[in-house]
């Protein structure tokens, strides 16, 4: 079993940046893939980003260039961090992370965060 747990959300003004932290404990992280989802008001949980155990990363069209994941294996702690942020990036970001390979689909992943909220005013 693996407990995820996110921290750093915040209110933040159109153009800044914030970093989102996710510790996971239960389980080595860097037998894991981790990754970020995002789940604004009425809309579906959305596709962030996820970088395997050898780093490999994968993102969201919507945040190409913008949000960059890392990760920590010593600490078992994953990072997203979030520059020129927009307006429509606010939304609840939930850490998840899975056995094996990077996956992009919410139904994929084994273990959830209880969730961040980002809030981004214009």
């Known amino acids: 079993q693996v407990q995820l747990v996110e921290s750093g959300g915040g209110l933040v003004q159109a153009g800044g940046s914030l970093r989102l932290a996710c510790a996971a404990s239960?389980?080595?992280?860097?037998?894991?893939?981790m990754g970020w989802f995002r789940q604004a008001p009425g809309k579906e949980r959305e596709f962030v980003s996820v970088?395997?155990?050898?780093?490999?990363?994968r993102y969201g069209d919507s945040v190409k260039g913008r949000f960059t994941i890392d990760r920590d294996n010593a600490e078992n702690t994953v990072y997203l961090q979030m520059t020129r942020l927009k307006p429509e990036d606010t939304a609840v970001y939930y850490c998840?992370?899975?056995?094996?390979?990077?996956?992009?689909?919410?139904?994929?992943?084994?273990?959830w965060g209880q969730g961040a909220q980002v809030t981004v005013s214009s």
């Open positions: 998840a992370a899975r056995t094996g390979w990077i996956a992009t689909n919410t139904r994929d992943f084994d273990y």
């Open positions: 239960g389980r080595t992280a860097s037998s894991l893939s």
């Open positions: 970088m395997a155990w050898n780093r490999f990363t």
